[in-house]
C-alpha cells in the first residue's frame, strides 16, 4: 500500500461506512454510494474510494452528511430503516 493510499483513506475514512452500505435503510434512488453498494466486497468497496477523485468524494461527504442530518431531524424516512430513533 503506497502512502498516497494510505493518506487519501485517512482523509476520507469517514465515507468507508456509506461505502459498504447505507446505514439507515435502503438508499434513496440519487445516493451516490449505491454504485459502491453494488461491488459487493468491502475491499472492492475501499479500494473504490482511493481511486475516486477528491473532488467527487467531496461531494460524496457532503451529500451523506445533508442525508444524516435530514435523517436525524427526521425529515426523511427510509424504507426497511435499519434503526430507530428514539
Not at 461505502?19 to 439507515?24: I, R, S
Not at 435502503?26 to 468497496?45: R, W
Request: hydrophobic share 35%; glycine share 4%; with cysteine.
Amino acid at each position: 500500500m503506497t502512502d498516497a493510499y494510505t493518506e487519501k483513506l485517512l482523509k476520507y475514512a469517514d465515507l468507508v461506512v456509506p461505502a459498504t452500505g447505507c446505514q439507515f435503510g435502503d438508499p434513496i434512488p440519487n445516493c451516490p454510494f449505491i454504485l459502491f453498494h453494488q461491488i459487493g466486497n468491502e475491499s472492492g468497496q475501499i479500494e473504490q474510494i482511493s481511486m475516486c477523485p477528491s473532488e467527487e468524494l467531496d461531494k460524496m461527504r457532503a451529500f451523506h452528511r445533508d442525508c444524516m442530518r435530514k435523517y436525524i431531524n427526521r425529515k426523511w424516512n427510509p424504507e426497511n430503516p435499519k434503526m430507530k430513533l428514539q
